[in-house]
């Protein structure tokens, strides 16, 4: 059987869009409180019943969510340009070694 395992994590910082049209709010300076999802997509091991040890996930993220709790996103290598779309991949990159089958 195939499962998929989310786990949410929150944190709060602020950001600007430097590539957002001129006169464009999110030009500058704001914050937000983000919602991260991960996702685990796999067939569940039949003798130990799940499809991914969910503390792995969250020992993978940990120093993610201290990196960005309370930051300026901006200043963040990789995250320049904060769009989410940019931070979907900045996640991505920074997970899908540690988590296979994400």
């Known amino acids: 059987m195939r499962a998929r395992l989310t786990k949410d994590f929150t944190f709060e910082a602020a950001q600007t869009l430097p590539h957002a049209p001129k ?58 340009n904060p769009t989410i779309e940019k931070m979907a991949e900045w996640f991505w990159k920074k997970l899908e070694t540690q988590c296979p089958g994400l």
């Open 23 to 80: 006169g464009h709010k999110c030009r500058g300076v704001h914050g937000h409180s983000f919602k991260v999802e991960v996702s685990v997509e796999g067939d569940v091991d039949p003798k130990i019943g799940w499809v991914y040890d969910h503390a792995r996930i969250s020992d993978a993220m940990k120093p993610l969510m201290k990196r960005l709790d309370h930051s300026y996103l901006n200043d963040i290598e990789g995250l320049e």
